[in-house]
């Protein structure tokens, strides 16, 4: 019985991960939607807000290769690819 429990919150938990990161992209999306030219890169501002994760955090997962970015001047740019896989790779360290 215990371990149909344990399974089951790990279910809700992957489903509101899920659902709160859909959210977040959507308003995410809708902020910075101002144009009809789809959104190709993120700034280190924006990632930060889409995924909690500090801008210092996000220079050291630069700096160790963690995350893959382009510099254009002072600002530090990452692709929407490259959010997807960050996204999936931190709901997955959730369910571990």
């Known amino acids: 019985m215990n371990d149909n ?10 489903t509101v ?11 995410a999306n ?4 101002s144009s009809s030219i789809p959104k190709m890169f993120y700034n280190l501002k924006q990632l930060e807000e889409i995924t909690g994760i500090t801008r210092l955090g996000l220079k050291g997962r630069i ?6 970015a ?17 996204l999936n790779q931190l709901e997955y360290k959730k369910r571990a």
């Open 17 to 27: 991960t899920q659902i709160v990161v859909k959210v977040i992209q959507d308003e």
């Open 70 to 86: 382009s510099k254009d001047g002072n600002t530090w740019l990452v692709s929407v690819k490259e959010v997807e896989r960050l």
């Open 30 to 33: 809708k902020r910075f939607a």
């Open 5 to 14: 429990f344990n399974d089951l919150i790990l279910a809700l938990q992957q």
């Open 63 to 68: 700096k160790r290769g963690t995350l893959k």
